[in-house]
């Protein structure tokens, strides 16, 4: 029985701040973020939107009445929760009306938990085939501002739904997995930043992908030359590069057949998106489906996914026939097109002032995606649905 990806939808906010602004406000040469990282913009969500609105909005499109029954369970992928001990799934079950026979969790390693959730939904979909399970991976990357990190901030939503039988990806069995603990990345509980010793990480992602590739392998997985698209994960897109480059000189003679076409589709969003933490590695893989003019039926993708702290999986899965009909090719890239610039204060504003750390707070009207944080009540955060098109609609009327 085939299992995997049936339905994928992404959700981006509706402004973003030039990577090439930010170059200048730092006093250095913009080609260093356009080319030397590979990044163009960062997606800078507004002060009502968060990670539950994101992911609502990822996954709306995709839950149809026919799906909403189905779902048994939910699992939202975040390192960016917004509660210590509520999953932030939980806003988005309710905001969607799915049944209340459904389990909700939040999973977290890092840029990883997405993976986590993807690969233990094939495995209950395998033993209960009648079901589906909705994974959401949302994040916002947040550094220091000024710091080296800055660049590579980023926001985001991606939404899957696996089934038996899918209609867009079909996931192998073999895994390669590798975990070891090392501080190379890291978030204490009273920052809002993220910390990062930079060289070490991508030290640490390359080592970890060449260990979960040997495990890969050794647990049957396909040889390189067999896996003509690749996808990495991307806290920035150069990173890709490197992932590439050390893989195929892992494997010298495998990896000839290989170019950087391989690769090269799945970073087209992530450059105008930036850093999407757990949701990275999937709207690569987004991006490769949509982007390529290639038909990919029945061609293989290995994927790599990296969590800092750490943990690392290679794995594979094969394009369905007939996965171009399930996309939502036109609207994503409608959705990337529409966005707003963003000044250098807005942007500081939005991404560094907070207003949902405040005990009480009702949040302005800015975001005109599906859902919205409303308001914070004793630091309870009130979701609801967004009403701004409506009001604009009446407005012009």
């Known amino acids: 029985m085939n299992v995997g990806i049936d339905s994928i939808s992404l959700c981006v906010p509706e402004s973003y701040y030039s990577l090439a602004d930010l170059a200048e406000k730092h006093g250095i040469d913009p080609n260093k973020y356009l080319y030397g990282i590979g990044q163009e913009k960062m997606a800078v969500p507004s002060p009502d939107e968060d990670i539950v609105t994101l992911a ?39 905001l969607l009306g799915l049944k209340p026979n459904c389990r909700v969790v939040e999973f977290k390693q890092a840029c990883y938990g997405a993976t986590a959730a993807l690969q233990m939904a094939t495995d209950m979909v395998r033993q209960r085939p009648e079901q589906k399970i909705l994974i959401i991976a949302s994040d916002i990357a947040r550094y220091e501002q000024d710091s080296q990190g800055e660049c590579t901030q980023g926001a985001g939503a991606l939404a899957m739904v696996v089934s038996a039988n899918p209609r867009i990806l079909n996931l192998h069995r073999a895994r390669g997995m590798h975990s070891f603990d090392v501080m190379d990345f890291w978030r204490p509980n009273n920052h809002k930043a993220a910390q990062v010793d930079g060289q070490l990480s991508i030290e640490v992602y390359l080592e970890s ?25 991307q806290p920035f897109t150069k990173m890709a590069k490197k992932a590439f480059t050390a893989l195929t000189e892992s494997e010298p003679e495998q990896g000839q057949a ?6 090269e589709h799945s970073l087209l969003y992530g450059r105008q998106i930036g850093n999407t933490y757990t949701a990275s590695l999937y709207i690569g893989l987004l991006s490769l489906l949509e982007n390529n003019p290639q038909d990919l039926t029945d061609q293989n993708i290995g994927l ?52 949902a750390d405040h005990k009480n707070q009702v949040m302005p009207k800015l975001s005109n995606r599906p859902y919205r944080l409303e308001k914070v009540e004793e630091f309870r955060r009130v ?15």
């Not at 590739?213 to 990495?232: I, Q, R, S, T, V």
């Not at 009403?387 to 609609?393: K, M, V």
């Open 258 to 263: 290989l170019t950087g076409e391989s690769y």
């Open 304 to 355: 790599f996914s990296y969590g800092s702290g750490s943990v690392g999986e290679f794995f594979s899965a094969s394009v369905v026939p007939g996965y171009r009909e399930h996309l939502r090719t036109e609207e994503h890239q409608q959705m990337l097109a529409d966005r707003q610039a963003l000044s250098h204060e807005k942007y500081s504003a939005w991404f560094y002032q907070s207003l």
């Open 56 to 94: 609502a909005g990822a996954a709306k499109p995709i839950v149809t009445d026919e799906v909403r029954d189905s779902i048994s369970t939910v699992i939202l992928a975040t390192e960016s929760g917004v509660d210590q001990s509520k999953s932030a799934g939980l806003f988005v079950h309710g």
């Open 209 to 233: 992908m060449r260990q979960a590739w040997n495990e890969y392998k050794a647990d049957g997985g396909h040889e390189l030359a067999e896996l003509p698209w690749l996808c990495f994960h």
């Open 383 to 397: 979701y609801g649905v967004n009403d701004a098109r409506a009001n604009e609609i009446k407005q012009a009327s």
